[in-house]
């Protein structure tokens, strides 16, 4: 059964940092672009950033650019979400999903057909 | 605020079909970019309805069919039933943006 659990969430004050991990099982994140999505309470579906396969490509929402940072070590099956300068506006329930695309570069990624169920982060 | 446009809201009886609208522009829908519809039930993770404009991943009913025209897509439900009681959002890439991007979500009630 393919699966992804996020784990790192928590409560952190305005200017603090925290690191998400979403671990994989079932199936080998290699051949799959992996994003971060995040949701605030009450609201809709943020996309936060994407990375390629091969770590070559990253893109980044403007509300993050510059603040957080998407990392994937392949041979652990995990992707990481470094978060810096977190502010209130940052809370959320943060997702990882897997893209059907392999690169996810350029509008190539083609739907996030594996979703974690989420980690809560609260900047308060 | 996003760049894609949805409805807040729709609502039909039973067996009933409804149609979700997702309105773009040349940066991402118009500039023949995929769309791709989730669902997601209350409490829980998004779910991936329709990928690549009008695909239905394994295991997602024929009731849902995604389509797309210009700078709009839609998502339609036919045969509506309690279970489809959810948010539903459209997702694409903006080329000004340089960025992937959720429409704003409509909520679909079952009267």
């Known amino acids: 059964q393919m699966q992804l659990v996020e784990s790192g969430g928590g409560v952190v004050q305005p200017g603090g940092s925290v690191r998400l991990s979403c671990t994989a099982s079932?199936?080998?994140?290699?051949?799959?672009?992996m994003h971060w999505v995040r949701q605030a309470p009450g609201k809709g579906l943020e996309w936060v950033a994407v990375?390629?396969?091969?770590?070559?490509?990253?893109y980044y929402g403007d509300s993050v650019k510059g603040r957080f940072t998407i990392s994937r070590e392949n041979s652990e099956g995990t992707v990481y979400l470094q978060m810096n300068s977190l502010r209130a506006e940052d809370t959320a329930v943060y997702y990882c999903a897997r893209d059907r695309d392999t690169y996810c570069s350029g509008g190539s990624c083609r739907g996030m057909d594996v979703w974690g169920q989420g980690t809560t982060v609260t900047v308060s | 605020q996003s760049v894609l446009t949805q409805s807040p809201s729709v609502s039909g009886a039973p067996g009933q079909r409804v149609t979700i609208s997702c309105a773009g522009s040349?940066?991402?829908?118009?500039?023949?970019?995929?769309v791709h519809w989730y669902q997601q039930l209350p409490g829980t993770a998004p779910k991936l309805l329709i990928y690549?404009?009008?695909n239905r991943p394994s295991g997602v009913p024929d009731r849902f069919a995604g389509s797309k025209s210009g700078s709009s897509a839609s998502l339609a439900i036919t045969g509506l039933q309690a279970e489809d009681e959810a948010g539903y959002y459209c997702q694409s890439y903006d080329s000004s943006l340089s960025a992937y991007v959720f429409g704003t979500g409509t909520k679909v009630t079952v009267l």
């Open positions: 040349s940066s991402n829908i118009g500039a023949h970019y995929d």
């Open positions: 690549g404009n009008n």
């Open positions: 079932g199936f080998s994140i290699f051949n799959y672009g």
């Open positions: 990375i390629s396969y091969n770590r070559r490509s990253e």
